[in-house]
């Protein structure tokens, strides 16, 4: 077969095929691991804030509690106790009640930061957040608010009477117990943050 070349002509060298394009973000692969990163860290921080709520409510209803059941007068002439006043034996439940629910929320929320994972399925467990903690704080308002009152109408409560020192642990109490209603308060906002982005984007986390 005769040759397509005339005599005298060579080879043209063969060019070599242009490189392929290098893809615009190959300095970038790692950027999903640390968007990953970024979001796990916030979702951490979210996690550790629910927990630190638990956290004070639990610790300032179990003391509103406290002072409470262990308020009585030893005063013969004002012979007062927590007992005797119907509102304070009501504070003392509600902040007892607080108590123990911020208790089982604070194990609940530990288990999650441990595990990444909440304790019941995930819808009953965002649901059940939030309607407890708006029907306990609700409850812990009115005990509180019932507890000022009751403080209030009390007769003695000053300096120089024996039942001074009863006047003022109830007062502790109320301030106690207001402090506890007011992180479960907070808790209950948290809540219904997580609540809202589950209902929006599927996930408790909007990071996700």
């Not at 095929?17 to 999903?32: C, D, E, Q, R």
């Not at 003392?92 to 304790?119: D, K, P, Q």
């Not at 009953?124 to 704080?137: K, R, T």
Request: charged share 10%; glycine share 4%; net charge positive.
């Amino acid at each position: 077969m005769p040759s397509p070349l005339r005599n005298g002509d060579a080879a043209h060298p063969r060019l070599p095929s242009p490189a392929a394009p290098t893809p615009l973000h190959h300095h970038n692969h790692n950027y999903p691991s640390f968007r990953s990163t970024v979001s796990e860290q916030k979702i951490r921080r979210l996690n550790l804030l629910i927990l630190l709520l638990r956290l004070a409510a639990f610790c300032f209803s179990l003391s509103a509690a406290v002072f409470t059941a262990a308020n009585s007068s030893r005063s013969a002439s004002s012979p007062y106790s927590w007992l005797s006043v119907d509102s304070f034996r009501v504070m003392f439940a509600a902040n007892a009640i607080v108590a123990v629910y911020s208790l089982l929320e604070m194990c609940a929320s530990i288990r999650e930061i441990l595990h990444g994972a909440t304790l019941l399925p995930e819808p009953m467990q965002l649901w059940f957040d939030f309607a407890h903690d708006q029907l306990f704080a609700y409850l812990a308002l009115s005990a509180g608010v019932a507890g000022m009152t009751a403080a209030r109408g009390l007769s003695g409560c000053t300096a120089d009477k024996p039942a001074a020192s009863f006047c003022v642990q109830a007062y502790i109490s109320v301030a106690l117990g207001f402090a506890g209603f007011a992180f479960l308060a907070l808790s209950a906002l948290v809540s219904g943050f997580r609540v809202a982005s589950f209902v929006l984007t599927g996930s408790r986390f909007p990071l996700q």
